[in-house]
């Protein structure tokens, strides 16, 4: 599983920057050196003045002032590794965007070769025809039929009626014929004696 693993890719870049950082941190350390050099020499150069021997502490002093150059040196071209640095990753931002930017562009081409004028123009025309076939349905159907459009509904909705009940059109309907005596009037019920109410507890 973990042989299946992408290793990211080293590029040139990244080993340039890699070894940019690199020399930026020897420069630091050898800086760190010098200053350890030049705390020295002012220890040296008080001793020896302390112990009566100037020329001693005029040479450590020279000694101390040569390494204060070499610094001065060092501090430029630590900058200018920095800034080499901050430059190259920069650009290599730069050049993530602009490629972000190409891809984006082509994306948009591919979309605009589908949206081109012709296939605008057909799919609005072909939305606007059926709008208007819509509005000609909701027109009929809001009650502008003519009288003949009218009756065709009523005979086709007859139609449909019969076939939901399954009667045939030429078979009429047979309905039970209407009673022609009065109905009887209703029993009467016995009569039941009302029961006295019981007291109030």
Do not use: C, W
Not at 72 to 99: A, P, R
């Amino acid at each position: 599983m973990g042989a299946n693993q992408s290793v990211p890719k080293i590029t040139k870049q990244d080993r340039a920057i890699l070894d940019l950082k690199l020399q930026r941190d020897k420069v630091r350390q050898y800086q760190k050196k010098i200053q350890a050099v030049l705390d020295r020499e002012h220890e040296i150069a008080k001793q020896q003045l302390a112990a009566g021997h100037k020329d001693r502490a005029l040479i450590a002093l020279r000694k101390r002032k040569y390494q204060e150059s070499l610094l001065v040196k060092t501090d430029g071209q630590l900058e200018n590794l920095e800034k080499l640095v901050s430059t190259i990753e920069f650009s290599l931002v730069e050049v993530s965007v602009l490629h972000g930017l190409q891809q984006g562009n082509e994306v948009l081409k591919e979309i605009h070769k589908e949206l081109n004028v012709e296939n605008v123009e057909r799919i609005m025309e072909e939305t606007a025809e059926a709008r208007e076939y819509q509005r000609e349905i909701d027109e009929m159907l809001a009650g502008t039929l003519t009288v003949e459009d009218e009756e065709a509904v009523q005979a086709e909705l007859q139609q449909l009626q019969l076939e939901t009940l399954g009667v045939s059109e030429e078979r009429p309907i047979s309905l039970p014929s209407a009673p022609t005596e009065a109905p009887a009037g209703p029993e009467k019920a016995p009569e039941v004696e009302p029961q006295p109410q019981e007291r109030e507890r």
